[in-house]
């Protein structure tokens, strides 16, 4: 059998769990303050938000990569086999929105 313990080790481990109670009791109270929600609110928004820019960038950096890739050659000369029909198309699109955009103002 264990020792019986004297009242002041029981009225020490009450004052321990009372402490213990008590830092619980307020890190819930600062994790349920609205100012500690909305500030983890907005710190998880700025993490998606960098995340999603962060993945947009990686993207468009990728196609400029692919586009320059297709029109420059490795020596950076531009690529006139190519880059004539993509500037031909280039003008033809400007041509048929000023064409559409004049007959819209009549």
Same mark, same amino acid.
């Given at each position: 059998?264990?020792?019986?313990?004297?009242?002041?080790?029981? +009225? #020490? !481990?009450? #004052?321990?769990?009372? +402490?213990?109670?008590?830092?619980?009791?307020?890190?819930?109270?600062?994790?349920?303050?609205?100012?500690?929600?909305? /500030?983890? #609110?907005?710190? &998880?928004? %700025?993490?998606?938000? !960098? &995340?999603?820019? /962060?993945?947009?960038?990686? %993207?468009?950096?990728?196609?400029?990569? !692919?586009?320059?890739?297709?029109?420059?050659? %490795?020596?950076?000369?531009?690529?006139? +086999?190519?880059?004539?029909? *993509?500037?031909?198309?280039? *003008?033809?699109?400007?041509?048929?929105?000023? *064409?559409?955009?004049? &007959?819209?103002?009549?």
């Amino acid at each position: 059998m264990s020792e019986a313990r004297t009242p002041a080790q029981i +009225e #020490a !481990d009450i #004052a321990g769990r009372r +402490e213990a109670l008590a830092a619980t009791l307020d890190e819930i109270a600062v994790r349920v303050h609205p100012k500690t929600i909305v /500030g983890d #609110a907005k710190a &998880r928004a %700025a993490s998606t938000i !960098d &995340r999603t820019a /962060g993945r947009a960038y990686v %993207a468009v950096n990728r196609a400029v990569s !692919d586009v320059r890739a297709t029109l420059v050659s %490795a020596d950076g000369s531009p690529r006139l +086999e190519r880059l004539v029909p *993509v500037a031909l198309v280039a *003008v033809a699109v400007v041509g048929v929105l000023a *064409v559409s955009a004049r &007959r819209r103002h009549r």
